[in-house]
């Protein structure tokens, strides 16, 4: 357990005429009639939470609805074990959507007040704040396994998520990431961290947008020496939103960048305009699937090679 004092100095700012970039737009924009959050991607599949609407499901390719699905309030889990998962914050239950029927399917009780959830091979793992609880569930059975508890009020909301070793969680009140055995149900590890607000799960690394309130930019975690470093980002930008795949893909006001997993250095930073407010991003292949909340849409950007003058500098 260890908060590691390196800073990683941000690259220096471009000159004046270097701003002057093209801005990546949207291939498609599609109007949802309410605030989008959490939600999930693949090349066949989109779906997305929607507050009291529930979870709505979206055709990738044609952009259209395809279902909304009632659920009573709900924040989208991921799709894992053949199954699309979610839970119902209204009414503390974790709930499997049928993908052929487009309904819920079966559902668990689990802790008050849900707020967040996180697959592993054959289990769900869904935070709980009411009580400072995660609950262990056998997707399989749909049965709870165990309660973990925590102190009152440490847990963030959403703050959890499937990487490697285990599951990482947000505890300490935002000052730490705490890592659980998926086989022991123990948390093995606190990592001191700056206050965090979200996580994000790559091969090697786990990351976190810091609290606006506290600083701005990310902080890397190494899940096995157990530190953690701060990443500054030009000119203290703050984080929106950060997903991970094959690259680390992060949201600040008026860009997406695109950061080596492994350092965090910024490999390509895209300009898009500002009057998007990017709350939840979700990679597939080259497209980057993003929700803004300033207009109750899902945007789909094409991050190919530059073939139409959208695409902006590569750094060096």
């Keep these: ?160 998520v499937a990487g490697p070793r285990g599951i990482w969680l947000i505890t300490g009140w935002r000052s730490e990431a705490s890592l659980i055995d998926p086989k022991t149900l123990a948390v093995v590890a606190r990592v001191r961290v700056p206050h965090v607000d979200s996580l994000a799960a790559c091969a090697d690394s786990i990351w976190a947008a810091r609290s606006p309130d506290t600083g701005s930019g990310l902080v890397r975690i190494d899940p096995w020496r157990l530190v953690a470093d701060v990443v500054d980002l030009p000119e203290d930008e703050p984080v929106t939103a950060l997903t991970c795949a094959d690259a680390l893909h992060v949201a600040v006001p008026g860009a997406l960048l695109e950061l080596d997993p492994r350092t965090g250095a910024t490999l390509v930073r895209r300009t898009i305009s500002r009057r998007y407010h990017v709350s939840a991003l979700a990679s597939v292949g080259r497209d980057l699937w993003a929700a803004d909340e300033a207009s109750g849409a899902l945007l789909r950007f094409r991050l190919g090679l530059p073939d139409h003058g959208k695409f902006s500098e590569r750094r060096r």
């Design 1 to 160: 357990m260890a908060l590691a004092a390196a800073v990683i100095p941000a690259r220096e700012a471009p000159a004046r005429g270097e701003d002057l970039v093209p801005v990546l737009e949207p291939v498609a924009s599609i109007p949802l009639g309410v605030i989008p959050s959490a939600f999930v991607a693949t090349p066949d599949e989109l779906w997305t939470s929607a507050g009291i609407e529930g979870v709505i499901r979206v055709d990738p390719r044609s952009g259209r609805i395809r279902a909304r699905i009632p659920t009573g309030g709900a924040v989208i889990a991921t799709l894992a074990d053949g199954g699309v998962w979610a839970v119902d914050v209204a009414d503390d239950r974790l709930l499997e959507i049928d993908r052929r029927g487009n309904r819920v399917k079966r559902e668990l009780r689990v802790s008050g007040l849900p707020t967040g959830v996180a697959a592993t091979r054959g289990r769900l793992w869904v935070v709980g704040q009411e009580y400072a609880s995660v609950t262990v569930a056998d997707a399989g059975s749909l049965t709870s396994l165990a309660v973990l508890r925590f102190e009152a009020a440490e847990l963030w909301p959403a703050g959890i």
